[in-house]
């Protein structure tokens, strides 16, 4: 697990200067014009010679006659969207800052939790780079809480960006334990052949294949939080665990499986998130859910036209192996429904289909609930976490029916809304009671840009979070 105290994220802000401070300055296009004007004219030459003219993410170095680095301007462009300060940390010069001043429309916490965002660097394999900018809070802001995000949201990056040699089911479930225990949460684990004994039969058939050590396993953690009690709100997150998808026996073109060692990114997705949760302590009963599977090909492997029994008692024919994440959550989700959730999260990186609708940062989310819907999209504006709601269409369910079994694990060409049929596939399992939610996340970075390097991204658990302090904190 990250180490909380990492240098190159939590030590990216800090909560009282301990050497000398730069100002660091935000300015919105509109505002540059009159800043500028009322400032010495050698500023004005400064951001001709360098083109600044507060756009969004440009930076302007301002050096005194000694050469000495004496104020940082950073450009909003029209403003409003905190995430762009995440630029800040990798662009800055390594030094100390502190903000001269804050626009109203930037809330400060979210303005500090950007650039800790930015901060993060992935360096398990590689030395880390050399010294970096570092961001004094301003006064009233929840530096702890600051904090807790943005070492969840590492969490979440570090376990996607590990290749699956070192992240594993294995891995996965000895990070549920180290989180179980530094959170007084209990753990259980139930693995290899007691998945079949004890009612995971699709969690066995999808993981059976993948060699000794790399077993399939569910694993289920229970918390309850301060003050919270039996009839306490019971939130359950159940997310998808395949540690690499080789496509199975309909295997995957090595272009489409480079990637797939972020396919386990729901399960961080979801651990992340409890551990927000957790460390927030909101007072609610929580259940995380994780299948962790590799999806491998041997003589064991599941095959084409195979029928599969489901924890929920129905038969899914199995038309592609490569359509392996929603046969585990169904066993996951039906397991949720057992544990009566007023609220129920599903976090999968499901569907190629999904960035087609959407693109790799704006996340579909499915729901019949249209107060959360609701409640979603608020959240989602509130912390600037992209989000957008697709439609759970009853007039492609029956594309999922099954020629011999109950249904099929890919659905009719003729429906082709690939994201759709695969969240209403998992609408079958989901549980009957409460309210329930799928998010179809990807999890990756496609470009390398200021702040978001390519490689793994957290994305929806902080507008998460937000729903979940709002609606029970």
């Known amino acids: 697990m990250p180490d909380p105290e990492s240098p190159s994220l939590t030590h990216a802000v800090v909560s009282a200067a301990d050497g000398p401070v730069t100002p660091l300055r935000l300015v919105a296009a509109a505002e540059w ?35 000495a680095l004496v104020e940082a301007i950073f450009g909003l462009g029209k403003g409003g969207d905190p995430m762009a300060l995440r630029a800040m940390a990798v662009r800055l010069p390594a030094g100390l800052y502190e903000f001269a001043a804050l626009p109203e429309a930037l809330d400060p916490a979210q303005a500090v939790l950007a650039f800790a965002l930015g901060g993060y660097r992935f360096d398990r394999y590689r030395k880390a780079e050399g010294p970096s900018a ?33 992240m594993g089911p294995q891995q996965i479930e000895a990070i549920a334990r180290e989180l179980a225990k530094q959170n007084d949460a209990a753990l259980s684990v139930i693995s290899g052949p007691d998945l079949l004994a004890q009612g995971y039969p699709s969690v066995h058939a999808v993981g059976r294949a993948a060699g000794p050590g790399r077993d399939p396993r569910m694993i289920e953690m229970a918390w309850t ?37 972020k396919d386990m990114g ?24 994780v299948p962790a599977v590799e999806n491998a090909i041997s003589g064991d492997a599941m095959r084409p036209g195979d029928v599969l029994d489901t924890r929920r008692g129905l038969t899914v024919e199995v038309g592609n192996t490569d359509a392996e994440g929603r046969l585990i959550l169904a066993d996951a989700l039906a397991r949720a429904e057992e544990l009566a959730p007023d609220l ?8 190629g289909a999904a960035r087609v609708a959407l693109g790799p940062q704006v996340i579909p989310y499915f729901t019949d609930d249209e107060v959360l819907a609701a409640d979603l999209a608020a959240a989602s504006a509130a912390v600037s976490d992209p989000l957008w709601r697709l439609p759970l269409w009853s007039g492609y369910d029956d594309a999922l ?28 399992f989901a549980p ?18 200021p702040g978001r390097p390519v490689g793994a991204e957290a994305q929806a658990i902080r507008a998460l979070f937000h729903l979940l302090k709002v609606r029970f904190g």
Request: aromatic share 4%; charged share 20%.
């Open 432 to 449: 009957r009671c409460g309210s329930w939610v799928h998010f179809d996340i990807y999890a990756w970075n496609t470009r390398n840009q």
């Open 401 to 428: 029916d099954g020629d011999v079994a109950d249904l099929k694990n890919d659905p009719d060409g003729w429906a082709q809304a690939g994201s759709v049929t695969a969240a209403l596939f998992l609408r079958r």
């Open 134 to 166: 570092r961001l004094v809070a301003p006064a009233g802001v929840d530096l702890a809480g600051v904090r807790s995000l943005a070492g969840a949201c590492a969490l979440a990056r570090d376990m996607v960006n590990t290749p699956a040699s070192d």
């Open 266 to 289: 729901g399960a961080a997705h979801a651990l992340a998130l409890g551990r927000m949760v957790m460390e927030a302590g909101l007072p609610i009963r929580l259940a995380i859910l």
């Open 225 to 261: 939080g301060p003050g919270a009690g039996p009839d306490s709100p019971l939130v359950a997150l159940v997310g998808k665990g395949v540690t690499f998808d080789t496509g199975g026996l309909d295997i995957k073109p090595s272009s489409g499986m480079r990637l797939m060692k």
């Open 344 to 351: 129920t999260i599903d976090l999968a990186t499901l569907t």
């Open 33 to 67: 014009p009159d800043l500028v004007a009322a400032r010495p004219t050698a500023l004005a030459r400064q951001a001709e010679i360098s083109g600044f003219k507060g756009a969004a993410g440009q930076l302007l170095l301002v050096h005194g006659v000694d050469g």
